[in-house]
């Protein structure tokens, strides 16, 4: 038994020491193979590397605060990017020419309000033309009528919309060639972010389909990284269509796929969440279906459908009116603000507002002189009450001209 015992404790030892010397051996092995030079060309060309997104510490910092900046404290945005011949329809509508000057004129006229609407209004996109606009009296371009009330200045970016190859009756967005460039010239001349509209459209046929999803998502995510590595905060739009007689619920069920692949797309391309906005539809039925969800349905579906694929990180959703009325797209997002006191909301619930926002103004205008202060007016009390509804204050104007649909089949910009 002794002698039992002493050759266990042998073999228990003999095991040991090999099993030092095989750790030995192995660390010298991967100290050869995974040399500090090895490693680090390893990582960095890893998608996983920490300098996958380009962004240096202080150039996220400058994006998160734009962001943030544009949605504080109820503030939203005044969408004033409409091309010149979209702004000639609505020029048409008051019997006005749709001139360079006419074009200045009008939107001078909203930015004089700016130290008014300043409490409302955090950001304007701005049509390229209206960026380089000077005023003849003083030679100064009238975006520094923003800028002097800190009016943060965006452009659009993209190039309007063209047929999908293999979709058909689907659309993508054209604007992707040349496009840093342009946002670094804009950054230059004044801009902090950018807008790129993404156009989806509910059809009977099926649509939108998977492929069309794939290709408006992935091109709003290129567009949103080349704008950040150029110091612009992109807002991602991708706008499903209120065109159509579909419910509510398949609205619904189609925003939650639409938002859901557009952030694994933002995330695959490296975007920085944080400094991003996000320009979504409401969750409505579509314009032609028959029944009618109230501003509580609305804002209950868009919240619901949000809070299941919008990531927390993202400082603000700045809505579309989607040819609302004045007074639907108001009371819809007011309702939402609403929802804060038995719901958890985790970004600012904004908006991002062009006819919503202006045809108060340009019907108190009518393309005359005489119509400029009341212009401005209607303007102004429009903003009060989008920031308003920020805040699940707004009580409803009580103006009926306010409740007039605005929609236009197919819209474009």
């Not at 749709?98 to 074009?103: A, F, G, V």
Request: glycine residues 8%; hydrophobic residues 40%; proline residues 3%.
């Amino acid at each position: 038994m002794p002698y039992l015992r002493h050759r266990s404790f042998i073999q228990a030892a003999f095991g040991l020491i090999l099993s030092f010397v095989f750790l030995f051996v192995l660390k010298l092995h991967l100290l050869s193979v995974f040399t500090p030079e090895k490693m680090s060309s390893t990582w960095e060309n890893s998608k996983w590397a920490e300098n996958a997104n380009p962004l240096s510490v202080e150039q996220k910092k400058e994006l998160r605060d734009i962001a943030d900046r544009i949605v504080s404290n109820g503030k939203g945005i005044l969408a004033a990017d409409e091309s010149s011949g979209t702004f000639g329809k609505r020029m048409a509508t008051i019997g006005a020419e749709n001139s360079e000057t006419n074009r200045r004129i009008y939107r001078q006229t909203l930015f004089q309000q700016a130290e008014r609407v300043k409490t409302y209004i955090g950001g304007v996109i701005l049509f390229e033309e209206t960026l380089y606009q000077q005023d003849p009296a003083t030679g100064e371009r009238i975006v520094k009528l923003l800028q002097d009330q800190n009016i943060t200045l965006g452009i659009k970016v993209d190039q309007g919309i063209k047929d999908q190859e293999g979709c058909p009756g689907e659309v993508i967005t054209k604007g992707l060639d040349g496009l840093s460039e342009r946002c670094a010239q804009y950054k230059k001349d004044g801009c902090d972010f950018a807008k790129w509209r993404g156009v989806l459209k509910i059809q009977a046929s099926g649509t939108p389909s998977d492929a069309n999803i794939k290709a408006v998502t992935s091109d709003l995510a290129k567009y949103a990284r080349i704008c950040q590595q150029n110091g612009l905060v992109p807002i991602v739009e991708p706008e499903i269509l209120p065109d159509g007689d579909h419910s509510i619920e398949v609205c619904q069920r189609v925003a939650e796929k639409v938002l859901s692949v557009q952030y694994r797309e933002l995330i695959e391309h490296d975007v920085y969440i944080e400094g991003t906005l996000l320009k979504p539809n409401m969750v409505t039925q579509g314009q032609s279906c028959a029944t009618k969800a109230s501003h509580e349905e609305i804002a209950l579906r868009t919240v619901t459908a949000f809070k299941r694929v919008v990531p927390p990180a993202m400082p603000g959703v700045v809505f579309l009116s989607g040819g609302m009325s004045e007074e639907d797209a108001s009371l819809n997002l007011n309702a939402m603000n609403a929802l804060r006191a038995t719901i958890d909301i985790p970004w600012k619930l904004s908006f991002s507002f062009g006819r919503a926002l202006q045809a108060s103004a340009i019907k108190a205008w009518g393309g005359k002189d005489e119509g400029l202060t009341a212009c401005g007016e209607a303007f102004f009390l429009r903003a009060k009450a989008n920031g308003e509804a920020c805040h699940g204050k707004y009580k409803g104007s009580g103006d009926k001209a306010n409740t007039e649909s605005l929609f236009v089949a197919n819209h474009v910009y």
